[in-house]
């Protein structure tokens, strides 16, 4: 059996590489390619970092974050939970995507390099609850 895995990675945002499409062109690959391999997450920008969670079979997480770690549009991709699951918690969305709007996050005014898991998924499900689903 392949056990559900939910694994969430804070990054840094590559500057030189950012361009208003970055995340249109990321949304558009992971809306397309994770549905088949049965992943679901989130993806929240603040310009400064990436922070994504990433569910599904085990394998096929870890192998698409081992990707995801390469990519050159952001660097220094650290792990900042990795579990088991039951039940995926954000399996509305093949990836949903909130932008942050500083003020109104949750630790807006903090690094999300130093956020600790618990304050990671209060980010993600404040996402959550800001997004649709797609
Ligand atoms: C922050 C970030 C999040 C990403 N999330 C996903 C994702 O959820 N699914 C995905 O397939 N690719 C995602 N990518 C893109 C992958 O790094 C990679 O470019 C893509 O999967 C390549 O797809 P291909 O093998 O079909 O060419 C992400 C990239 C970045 C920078």
């Known amino acids: 059996m392949n056990a559900l895995k ?14 208003s499409d970055t995340v249109t062109q990321i949304l558009k690959v992971a809306r397309s390619n994770n549905p088949e ?13 990436f922070l994504q969670v990433l ?26 939970g990795e579990k088991d699951i039951d039940e995926p918690q954000f399996d509305k969305w093949a990836m949903g995507f909130a932008n942050t709007n500083k003020g109104i996050w949750p630790y807006a005014d903090q690094s999300w390099a130093t956020l600790s898991k618990q304050q990671a998924m209060e980010v993600l499900s404040f996402a959550a609850s800001q997004s649709k689903a797609i």
């Open 37 to 49: 391999k049965g992943i679901s997450g989130m993806l929240v920008c603040n310009f400064d970092h």
């Open 6 to 19: 939910q694994l969430v990675y804070v990054s840094e945002v590559e500057k030189d590489m950012f361009t």
């Open 55 to 80: 569910e599904g079979p085990s394998d096929e997480v870890r192998h698409l974050f081992d990707k995801i770690a390469h990519d050159k549009r952001h660097k220094n991709a650290k792990v900042i």
